[in-house]
């Protein structure tokens, strides 16, 4: 999990040491935008305001597995892991719209997989937009990765 969670060592800037040689400056590439993804498709790309600031969505259904939820956050917490539930979202905003940021932003996609969280059409929209957003993106591995804890009941 926390290879998941870091950047990769090929995605951090190379800083050129003192005693190097001078190599000539990069050429400059630019490329065309990306286009916009279509309507209700997610973008391999986030623009979310959560960006950066959790790794871990846990997807959940409330009333059946929250204490697990809170106690799994708590662990991923306490060990550096930043993570995200809905059930801590402020009251007045567009929790939809939140699930969606979440999604967008977190590098590991967490569902408490139980017949409740199966059976609710809330929680199968946010795994089908995670499993989409996976399917579409280009990083390595691609993301977010979807982890699921199975639940019997």
């Not at 590098?107 to 809330?122: C, H, K, Q, T």
Request: charged share 25%.
């Amino acid at each position: 999990l926390r290879a998941l969670l870091e950047p990769s060592a090929a995605s951090k800037p190379k800083v050129a040491s003192p005693t190097a040689s001078a190599a000539p400056a990069p050429t400059k590439v630019v490329s065309a935008p990306a286009a916009a993804p279509a309507k209700n498709e997610p973008s391999t790309q986030s623009d979310s305001k959560l960006q950066g600031k959790i790794q871990v969505m846990i997807s959940l259904n409330v009333a059946s597995m929250h204490r697990n939820a809170m106690l799994i956050k708590d662990f991923l917490e306490r060990n550096g892991v930043k993570s995200w539930v809905c059930t801590e979202m402020e009251g007045g905003i567009e929790f939809r719209d939140e699930i969606v940021d979440a999604v967008d932003s977190c590098r590991v996609f967490l569902p408490l997989i139980n017949n409740a969280w199966a059976e609710s059409p809330e929680c199968e929209a946010e795994f089908n937009y995670a499993f989409r957003k996976n399917l579409k993106s280009s990083d390595k591995p691609r993301l977010p990765v979807i982890l699921p804890i199975c639940f019997p009941e």
